[in-house]
């Protein structure tokens, strides 16, 4: 089982601040991994796909980069809306697996 | 507009059985890999299983084998999990979401069914 770890587990900022989340595999998932950001209450909502990709509506100001076991969701610039917990997962081998979430909260 | 609707959810006792459903809409439901994810309270998100546009292939998260099985109805757009010999750890919210496209991402999540398992 790829084992997923995201960095850090709380990210402490103000609107308007950039984010850079991490996130890191065990062994390579070459391109296959997905971030997702989730609001209480609410069910996951897909922002970036196969690394780098954004998700149909997702703004420009999330990106994601990386490849093979070392991955990043970068927020550039911090809107109130944008504070939640990011998850990433990846689809390279089963069992498909989640990492732990990134908190990111208002500091 | 995409739609994932789950039902089935409540209270059981261990060792009992729920069946979930989950149904599609405002897509070719046939046309896409879909799965169960399944968040237990104030916890992350744990993928379970997921299976091919024609039920030809299902795979598990390992914790499930023997206990759960995905299934597909592509003439009723419905996707269901059948969940036997229930744990208190398997007490979650049951998401079913859509493996898009190309990507293989679950780029659509219905709004989540409740399984508590207590006795």
């Known amino acids: 089982e790829i084992v997923l770890t995201q960095s850090p587990a709380t990210l402490s900022l103000s609107p308007g601040e950039r984010a850079t989340l991490s996130c890191r595999a065990s062994?390579?998932?070459?391109?296959?991994l997905a971030w997702y950001q989730q609001k209480p209450g609410q069910a996951p909502r897909l922002l970036i796909y196969?690394?780098?990709n954004r998700a149909t509506g997702i703004p420009a100001r999330f990106s994601g980069s990386g490849s093979g076991t070392d991955f990043t969701l970068t927020i550039s610039s911090l809107e109130p809306e944008d504070f939640a917990v990011y998850y990433c997962q990846q689809r390279s081998n089963w069992p498909w697996t989640f990492g732990q979430g990134t908190k990111v909260e208002i500091k | 507009e995409v739609q994932l609707v789950e039902s089935g959810g409540g209270l059981v006792q261990p060792g009992g059985s729920l069946r979930l459903s989950c149904a599609g809409s405002g897509f070719t439901f046939s046309s896409y890999w879909m799965s169960w994810v399944r968040q237990a309270p104030g916890k992350g998100l744990e993928w379970v299983a997921n299976?091919?546009?024609?039920?030809?292939?299902?795979y598990y998260v390992d914790s499930v084998k023997g206990r759960f099985t995905i299934s597909r109805d592509n003439a009723k757009n419905s996707l269901y999990l059948q969940m036997n010999s229930l744990r208190v750890e398997d007490t979650a919210v049951y998401y079913c979401?859509?493996?898009?496209?190309?990507?293989?991402?679950?780029?659509?999540w219905g709004q989540g069914t409740l399984v508590t398992v207590s006795s």
């Open positions: 299976i091919k546009q024609d039920g030809s292939e299902k």
């Open positions: 062994q390579s998932v070459t391109s296959f």
């Open positions: 196969d690394a780098s």
């Open positions: 979401a859509r493996a898009g496209g190309g990507s293989g991402s679950l780029d659509y």
